[in-house]
């Protein structure tokens, strides 16, 4: 019988996880940790980290449970100036990267082209994103174009630990492992911030976490800084909220909302990994399922598109009348969540919003209703609202769990309520390899652009640039920089072409 989870609430303490067995109980945590490490403010952010995860209960089973953060490692050049679960698996790791490679032709084409100018020579780039096997690929590209990096994870759950130890491995200092909690998440960005002798001069965001640490903890570093580079729906409404308020300091690129990303890798990439994540995590049939898509953007196009074909019943929920438009275009039908919410079989949020689906729709499910989410935050979904006493959770399996309502009514909620396609399977690395070509491409040229090209506001990548990739993505001999000798390359602020 699967190990029983349930939460009870303690009036002094706050609220306390323990997992509890048919003949014993213990505690929640089981691996010991310092004085203070969980005492950061849950205010700081809760775009990408829960105070209630359970992360510590995903990790690897082959690994021991002793935190990364406690162990002493060296890779083979003697070099400790990383934190990874276990740097004996950079071997496996590097395999993973060389297959990636294969898939990724525009990315090689840049570096391949551009490796003898060197155009990011002097560049410091502070990363946190996904770190798979294709940003891998990524960060090695900016080495090889001269950058020096460091870089945290974006998401609790989506590090390869193979691959952050072939990183580690070949010097590339990477903070991050699957299963963090939430303070190891900050812990890990600050590690890569808060170095002696070393100040990043770009940034790369997936989220905007560490866009927001950097302000809240070192906003000085700013004075250096050349830009920032973000490449998600989540950070990139964090950086127009600090431009309308006056407080962006820095030129910033949104990759997000470029032609690049939002045609290919928001929708075809989720139109296949959609199908992954769920058949790994509940091994369903989709035939004959009914499903509500919470919003139609190009992340909800391709998981419409893909259940549809699949043999669904479709549902989709849309508050932006272009894109409700598009959804009846395309023989879906519209509806709001409440009259829906009874009969569906899996509900998949994609909206880049808060609180789409309440406790109030939780209650209303039926048995076996199936919960996830395709957006980068982890806030669509209210599943503190499920962190309550009357509540049972059940762990079926990594990244499983049964949330189970007195009357013996359950539903299965993936990955917490997280990324479900980055945190429970893989995602296609040819469509990566156009939207990682577009942030080195962002990061060159903000780089290397004249003082005065760029005031304090947020832009686009050029669609004319953006058109060139495909080029560069089918043609084994690339295209150089992504744009025709002599083109103007500037970029357009707030949404312009």
Same mark, same amino acid.
């Given at each position: 019988?699967?190990?029983?989870?349930?939460?009870?609430?303690?009036?002094?303490?706050?609220?306390?996880?323990?997992?509890?067995?048919?003949?014993?109980?213990?505690?929640?945590?089981?691996?010991?940790?310092?004085?203070?490490?969980? +005492?950061?403010?849950?205010?700081?952010?809760?775009?990408?980290?829960?105070?209630?995860?359970?992360?510590?209960?995903?990790?690897?089973?082959?690994?021991?449970?002793?935190?990364?953060?406690? %162990?002493?490692?060296?890779?083979?050049?003697?070099?400790?100036?990383?934190?990874?679960?276990?740097?004996?698996?950079?071997?496996?790791?590097?395999?993973?990267?060389?297959?990636?490679?294969?898939?990724?032709?525009?990315?090689?084409?840049?570096?391949?082209?551009?490796?003898?100018?060197?155009?990011?020579?002097?560049?410091?780039?502070?990363?946190?994103?996904?770190?798979?096997?294709?940003?891998?690929?990524?960060?090695?590209?900016?080495?090889?174009?001269?950058?020096?990096?460091?870089?945290? =994870?974006?998401?609790?759950?989506?590090?390869?630990?193979?691959?952050?130890? =072939?990183?580690? $491995?070949?010097?590339?200092?990477?903070?991050?492992?699957?299963?963090?909690?939430?303070?190891?998440?900050?812990?890990?960005?600050? @590690?890569?911030?808060? *170095?002696?002798?070393?100040?990043?001069?770009?940034?790369?965001?997936?989220?905007?976490?560490?866009?927001?640490?950097?302000?809240? %903890?070192?906003?000085?570093?700013?004075? %250096?800084?050349?830009?920032?580079? $973000?490449?998600?729906?989540?950070?990139?409404?964090?950086?127009?909220?600090?431009?309308?308020?006056?407080?962006?300091?820095?030129?910033?690129?949104?990759?997000?909302?470029?032609?690049?990303?939002?045609?290919?890798?928001?929708?075809?990439?989720? @139109?296949?990994?959609?199908?992954?994540?769920?058949?790994?995590?509940?091994?369903?049939?989709?035939?004959?399922?009914?499903? *509500?898509?919470?919003?139609?953007?190009?992340?909800?196009?391709?998981?419409?598109?893909?259940?549809?074909?699949?043999?669904?019943?479709?549902?989709?929920? $849309?508050?932006?009348?272009?894109?409700?438009?598009?959804?009846?275009?395309?023989?879906?039908?519209?509806?709001?969540?409440?009259?829906?919410?009874?009969?569906?079989?899996?509900?998949?949020?994609?909206?880049?919003?808060?609180?789409?689906?309440?406790?109030?729709?939780?209650?209303?499910?039926?048995?076996?209703?199936?919960?996830?989410?395709?957006?980068?935050?982890?806030?669509?979904?209210?599943?503190?609202?499920?962190?309550?006493?009357?509540?049972?959770?059940?762990?079926?399996?990594?990244?499983?769990?049964?949330?189970?309502?007195?009357?013996? %009514?359950?539903?299965?909620?993936?990955?917490?309520?997280?990324?479900?396609?980055?945190?429970? +399977?893989?995602?296609?690395?040819?469509?990566?390899?156009?939207?990682?070509?577009?942030? =080195?491409?962002?990061?060159?040229?903000?780089?290397?652009?004249?003082?005065?090209?760029?005031?304090?506001?947020?832009?686009?990548?050029?669609?004319?640039?953006?058109?060139?990739?495909?080029?560069?993505?089918?043609?084994?001999?690339?295209?150089?920089?992504?744009?025709?000798?002599?083109?103007?390359?500037?970029?357009?602020?707030?949404?312009?072409?």
């Amino acid at each position: 019988m699967p190990n029983k989870k349930k939460y009870n609430v303690n009036g002094d303490s706050g609220m306390k996880a323990q997992i509890q067995f048919a003949d014993q109980k213990q505690e929640f945590n089981k691996r010991p940790t310092k004085i203070g490490r969980r +005492s950061l403010s849950r205010s700081i952010s809760q775009s990408s980290t829960d105070s209630y995860s359970s992360a510590a209960s995903y990790t690897d089973s082959s690994d021991d449970e002793t935190s990364p953060r406690d %162990k002493q490692q060296k890779n083979s050049k003697g070099s400790s100036d990383f934190c990874v679960k276990n740097i004996k698996q950079a071997e496996f790791g590097r395999r993973e990267i060389e297959i990636a490679e294969q898939e990724m032709p525009a990315l090689m084409a840049l570096r391949k082209r551009a490796q003898g100018e060197k155009p990011l020579a002097g560049a410091k780039i502070v990363g946190c994103t996904h770190i798979t096997a294709q940003t891998a690929v990524l960060m090695e590209t900016l080495g090889a174009l001269g950058a020096q990096c460091r870089w945290a =994870a974006c998401n609790i759950y989506s590090t390869l630990n193979e691959v952050a130890a =072939a990183l580690a $491995e070949s010097g590339f200092p990477v903070f991050a492992w699957k299963g963090e909690s939430e303070d190891d998440f900050w812990w890990c960005i600050d @590690r890569c911030v808060n *170095v002696e002798g070393w100040q990043p001069n770009m940034i790369l965001d997936d989220g905007g976490d560490l866009t927001h640490w950097i302000y809240k %903890k070192y906003p000085n570093m700013f004075k %250096k800084i050349k830009g920032i580079v $973000e490449e998600s729906v989540t950070g990139v409404h964090r950086l127009y909220q600090l431009s309308k308020a006056g407080k962006l300091c820095v030129p910033a690129m949104n990759v997000n909302d470029s032609v690049t990303k939002q045609k290919f890798d928001n929708l075809y990439c989720c @139109r296949e990994s959609i199908l992954d994540g769920l058949k790994r995590t509940t091994d369903m049939m989709f035939g004959g399922k009914q499903v *509500v898509v919470c919003g139609y953007g190009e992340v909800g196009k391709g998981c419409c598109a893909a259940l549809k074909a699949m043999g669904s019943i479709v549902y989709v929920t $849309e508050i932006d009348p272009i894109c409700a438009l598009q959804a009846c275009m395309d023989g879906f039908r519209l509806v709001k969540l409440n009259e829906v919410i009874r009969q569906v079989d899996i509900v998949i949020t994609c909206t880049g919003n808060k609180n789409v689906v309440t406790r109030e729709h939780l209650d209303r499910m039926k048995n076996s209703c199936i919960v996830c989410n395709m957006g980068h935050s982890n806030t669509e979904i209210d599943v503190a609202s499920l962190r309550t006493p009357e509540l049972t959770w059940e762990r079926v399996r990594s990244q499983v769990d049964h949330v189970i309502w007195p009357d013996g %009514k359950r539903i299965v909620l993936l990955a917490e309520g997280r990324l479900l396609n980055l945190s429970c +399977s893989t995602v296609p690395t040819f469509v990566l390899s156009i939207t990682a070509t577009t942030q =080195a491409l962002a990061l060159i040229e903000l780089y290397n652009a004249p003082e005065g090209r760029y005031k304090q506001d947020v832009y686009l990548l050029p669609k004319k640039m953006g058109e060139h990739l495909p080029h560069a993505a089918f043609s084994p001999w690339g295209v150089g920089w992504g744009v025709a000798p002599g083109q103007d390359v500037s970029l357009s602020p707030l949404g312009g072409d």
